[in-house]
């Protein structure tokens, strides 16, 4: 029904900057929550920002200050600004979607999304 897909990953040397975005298609009778979460090889999926349907977000401490997180309720689309990236940035970046507006309680936690991307490659070389 609703299908999410990922797109803007790559490869960039570290102090450089992407831009992931996710968009949606299939119903979309509302703006849910969406977030963003990243699995390195060999690591649990791990949590990275959350936007509500109204634009609140909120971001793991291990990117605080370097991603933002920012969406386009008329194109459908989620964005993830990265930037000063670094190595362990180093994932495959997943776009995830709830089913409210409002942020997910906890919004880190992947069981709270019901949609998932297939997720785009960012590599950080040093």
């Known amino acids: 029904q609703v299908q999410l897909v990922e797109s803007g990953g790559g490869l960039v040397q570290a102090g450089g900057s992407l831009r992931p975005s996710c968009a949606a298609s299939?119903?979309?009778?509302?703006?849910?929550?969406m977030g963003w979460f990243r699995q390195a090889p060999g690591k649990e999926r791990e949590f990275v920002a959350a936007?509500?349907?109204?634009?609140?977000?909120l971001y793991a401490d291990s990117v605080k200050g370097r991603f933002t997180i920012s969406r386009d309720n008329a194109m459908n689309t989620v964005n993830l600004r990265m930037n000063t990236l670094v190595p362990e940035d180093t994932a495959v970046y997943y776009c995830?979607?709830?089913?409210?507006?409002?942020?997910?309680?906890?919004?880190?936690?992947?069981?709270?999304?019901?949609?998932w991307g297939q997720g785009t490659q960012v590599t950080v070389s040093s």
């Open positions: 995830a979607a709830t089913v409210l507006t409002q942020l997910a309680v906890p919004p880190g936690a992947p069981e709270r999304y019901s949609y």
């Open positions: 299939g119903p979309t009778l509302s703006n849910p929550a």
């Open positions: 936007i509500s349907g109204s634009g609140s977000t």
